[in-house]
């Protein structure tokens, strides 16, 4: 990866040489004055949150006045990407600054195959929290991580301080304890969190995970600058709500309403709050104007069994149309982003990865560096005007037993994607319930629901962008789909 650090100074001269104006001095007077105090960072990660889940981003139930207050004070990206439609390599990639199937995670799987038992980073891989602790950060995780156990686990990658992560994708139960009564699957015990044990029984795990990042928050004295990692398990199953809030939006439902689940929008709103009493809990330290805060999602919506509606965008978690991968991002750096700004520049989960570096002026490991496959999206943050550099945008998801069955549901279909500009190729592959392999062809500008498969009109941009993902696979030395193999190693697990 290349220019993965341009000095801030560098970058206000490269973007005012063509005049300079009396708003521009003012914020490289204030940015000038962060280059002496590097600023902290706090990654805020919601678990399954959909792109139209909140109310800035169009839900017609969901109250969430903090993050929409915090929208309002920042730049938001109307057109963010998860890096998969799926948890495990979405948050490998957020960790590693690559593709997924850079580092062989295309499903959940283990790496470079499928059998169901989970992804691990590869020691070699250099997670942004050992980057940035290298660079004199202080470091912290609190809550969902999933990428990996043992050596794997947050404090062993790079995080000083490691808070109820648990070892599977989502908690026992969202009220305390948090821990599971039954014992017939050995991923009951992997889901326990631990640490949490202060929390009286029926006390909310959103609610506590908050409070603990509060007092991470507070801890910190202000000789390091720190990057706290908060990842939410909500809004991912099991979906439990508040009761009190439950109650509330059981009458706010309407007959026109798409979002229809009271309890899915508690949590939405449990969410919400947590949120806010971060951003508090940073004012109340006197950490506010010198702290990054960057709020997304893992991936899309899980828009089956009534939970939640990506509309427009078409289907949701674990499905390869925009419902899938496309999430809110919301940027607030103090002095440099412009207050209710909006970016349509596509950015992805592994772009934060060098942008966090260049925030913290850190060298992170160079050779390492080289991998990357994200970019540096600060001068976007500097300017919302400013256009990155134009990039195709891969992904591959392969068979994942976890969420496999027979008969297998369109979302989990096997699928090749790519994004260039406006069109977006996918390359549907066969599978073992005598599904045939197809391609789809979409133009997002013009049809961002999905509703037109351009193929037959299209069919010379169908054979460039398969050459494309044909090339990028070959580059990245990506995982190779086998359906007999996948499935011929696997056949009991229906």
């Known amino acids: 990866m290349k220019n993965i650090f341009i000095p801030i100074c560098s970058l206000f001269f490269l973007l005012g040489c063509k005049g300079i104006k009396k708003d521009d001095v003012v914020q490289n007077s204030t940015r000038s004055h962060q280059e002496s105090k590097r600023p902290n960072i706090v990654f805020i990660l919601a678990d399954d949150l959909g792109n139209s889940d909140l109310g800035f981003t169009g839900s017609d139930l969901h109250q969430t006045p903090n993050l929409d207050k915090l929208a309002k004070e920042s730049m938001y990206f109307d057109h963010g990407m998860s890096a998969h439609p799926t948890c495990q390599p979405s948050r ?42 290298m660079a004199g950060y202080n470091t912290g995780h609190i809550g969902k991580w999933h990428v990996g156990t043992g050596e794997n686990s947050p404090e062993n990658r790079g995080y000083e301080v490691d808070i109820a992560s648990n070892q599977f994708c989502c908690p026992p139960n969202y009220f305390a304890p948090f821990i599971t009564t039954a014992h017939g699957d050995y991923r009951d015990e992997l889901a326990n969190i631990q640490g949490l044990e202060e929390y009286p029984d029926g006390f909310n795990l959103t609610d506590a995970l908050s409070m603990e990042a509060a007092k991470f928050i507070k801890s910190q004295n202000g000789e390091k600058p720190f990057f706290l990692n908060l990842a939410f398990y909500a809004v991912h199953t099991p979906i439990q709500g508040k009761k009190n809030l439950v109650d509330k939006y059981k009458k706010l439902i309407k007959p026109t309403s798409r979002h229809r689940n009271p309890t899915y929008a508690a949590m939405v709103e449990t969410l919400d709050d947590g949120v806010g009493r971060v951003l508090k809990a940073l004012k109340d330290a006197g950490l506010e104007d010198n702290t990054i805060v960057v709020f997304t999602s893992d991936n899309g919506g899980a828009n089956y069994m009534n939970i939640t509606d990506n509309y427009p965008l078409r289907e949701g978690k674990g499905s390869s149309y925009e419902g899938g991968y496309r999430v809110p991002v919301i940027v607030k750096w103090p002095g440099v982003t412009k207050p209710n700004s909006i970016s ?42 400013s256009k990155l550099a134009t990039r195709e945008f891969h992904f591959l998801k392969y068979l994942s037993l976890i969420h496999y069955k027979i008969p297998i549901v369109d979302r989990n279909r096997c699928v090749e994607t790519v994004i260039n500009g406006d069109w977006k190729l996918m390359e549907f592959l066969p599978m073992p319930d005598n599904y045939e392999g197809h391609f789809e062809l979409y133009n997002l500008k013009n049809d961002p629901a999905e509703t037109t498969n351009l193929v037959s009109i299209h069919p010379e941009k169908v054979e460039e962008l398969k050459a494309s993902m044909e090339e990028w696979k070959v580059r990245i030395d990506a995982p190779r789909y086998d359906m007999e193999k996948f499935y011929g190693e696997n056949k009991t697990n229906d």
């Open 344 to 385: 349509h520049e596509r950015i992805i989960g592994y772009d934060f990865y060098p942008s966090f570096l260049s925030i913290a002026h850190a060298e992170g490991n160079k050779k390492y560096n080289e991998e990357l496959d994200g970019i540096d999206i600060t001068p976007v943050l500097i300017n919302p005007a």
């Open 92 to 133: 490998i990639a957020i960790q590693t600054g690559k593709f997924p199937a850079h580092v062989g995670a295309v499903s959940h799987g283990d790496l470079r195959q499928v059998t169901g038992n989970g992804n691990e980073l590869p020691k070699e891989e250099v997670t942004i929290g050992t980057a940035l602790n």
